[in-house]
């Protein structure tokens, strides 16, 4: 049984700061690794995917991927109130067709301005 | 490009009723998901098409729930009869699958409670 740990949080960070979420999967054979964004009432919205080691960045976003510690992280710089939201960690297995996505429970972000 | 679209966006039944949720994924998106997502949870897989035919469907509850793709390109969830424990989002999402990438995109959901 494939499982994704986060931080449930509320992790609270101060406006303009690096919010830093965090996420470990227990599948050693997941190849895809995805952030997802949701607002409450609303439905998940794709932010990153990450599918090598290492970083990746987009905008104010970065994701990090490191396989031997079967860890990824995300980082959002200059962060502002409207990145306060849930963030949901994502991966799929070892390929083929079958690629639905297990996800973490989410980190609750609050950004204070 | 329009989005995944997903009816009805709330729907309230009573235990041991049925109901059917519907989607239409995004235009040229071979593949299709079903999630259900549980208040304070992250969702959970229920079942994937490739095209019209079923790729994963071990987290279905078989006995009670159902889906079908038939022509490829729309879906339908069935819930008969409906428990309690059902009340959750049903969320319907979408992938084109190209190459390695495997993005996946997310209608609106539908909102279910069971009294």
């Known amino acids: ?113 | 490009e329009a989005g995944v679209a997903q009816s009805p966006r709330y729907k309230i039944i009573e235990k041991r009723q049925s109901v059917a949720f519907w989607c239409n994924p995004i235009s040229g998106h071979a593949t299709l998901y079903w999630y259900q997502q549980i208040l304070g949870q992250g969702p959970k897989l229920l079942i994937q098409f490739q095209n019209n035919g079923v790729v994963d469907d071990s987290q279905l509850p078989k006995d009670r729930f159902s889906a079908e793709r038939l022509k490829g390109v729309d879906s339908t969830l069935k819930i008969q009869p409906a428990k309690l424990e059902d009340s959750a989002v049903y969320l319907c999402a979408s992938s084109r699958r190209t190459g390695f990438s495997n993005e996946q995109f997310f209608g609106p959901g539908t909102r279910l409670t069971v009294l």
Not at chain 1, 2 to 29: F, H, M, W
Not at chain 1, 43 to 67: C, H, V
Request: charged share 20%; net charge negative; aromatic share 10%.
């Open chain 1, 1 to 113: 049984q494939k499982e994704v740990e986060q931080n449930s949080g509320p992790l609270s960070v101060p406006e303009g700061a690096i919010a830093s979420l965090n996420c470990t999967y227990s599948d050693r054979v997941s190849q895809s690794f995805f952030w997802y964004r949701q607002y409450s009432g609303k439905s998940p919205e794709l932010i990153m995917s990450i599918y090598s080691n290492g970083d990746k960045e987009d905008g104010r976003f970065t994701a990090q991927l490191n396989k031997a510690s079967q860890y990824v992280s995300l980082l959002i710089r200059d962060s502002q109130p409207s990145d306060s939201a849930t963030y949901l960690c994502a991966v799929t297995g070892a390929g083929g067709g079958a690629d639905g996505l297990t996800f973490g429970k989410g980190t609750h972000l609050i950004i204070q301005p």
